[in-house]
């Protein structure tokens, strides 16, 4: 059974309100990866690579043959990251609702447009 789509509003507000800032940023701009570990295994003759998201430490990993071909890649996401089990899958109105709540984050509050 597909999964349900998530409802925009109360539910993604309350979702995004108990995230980081960071979070947010990946889930708008994606994710900022660096190199971490890689290292090959002999007996499965697979190449290991993990990165990790220099913003909210997400860790993928990647497994590629030795030609380089990309045989699996996951996710190890970091404590928080994941909306909330029953959540749903993201709609584009979800989407929209993150981007909104990355631009206004951004944006500087009255007090500090005052004093500039």
């Known amino acids: ?3 349900k ?6 539910d993604l507000d309350r ?3 108990a995230m980081p800032a960071a979070y947010i940023e990946c889930r708008d701009y ?3 990866w660096r190199s971490r570990d890689a290292y090959w295994v002999a007996k499965e003759r697979v190449y290991v690579q993990q990165l990790e998201c220099a913003r909210c430490a997400t860790i993928r990993v990647r497994e590629l043959n030795a030609h380089g ?4 890649s996951g996710y190890r996401y970091a404590d ?3 909306m909330p089990a029953g ?3 993201l709609t584009s109105n979800a989407r929209d609702g993150i981007r909104l709540r990355s631009v206004t984050a951004a944006m500087p509050t009255r007090d500090e447009r ?3």
Do not use: V
Request: charged share 15%.
């Open 1 to 3: 059974m597909p999964s």
């Open 5 to 10: 789509p998530a409802k925009p509003g109360r």
């Open 15 to 17: 979702a995004l309100d």
């Open 30 to 32: 994606g994710h900022i």
């Open 69 to 72: 071909h990309i045989l699996s």
């Open 80 to 82: 928080g990251y994941q």
């Open 87 to 89: 959540t749903g899958f």
């Open 114 to 116: 005052k004093h500039a």
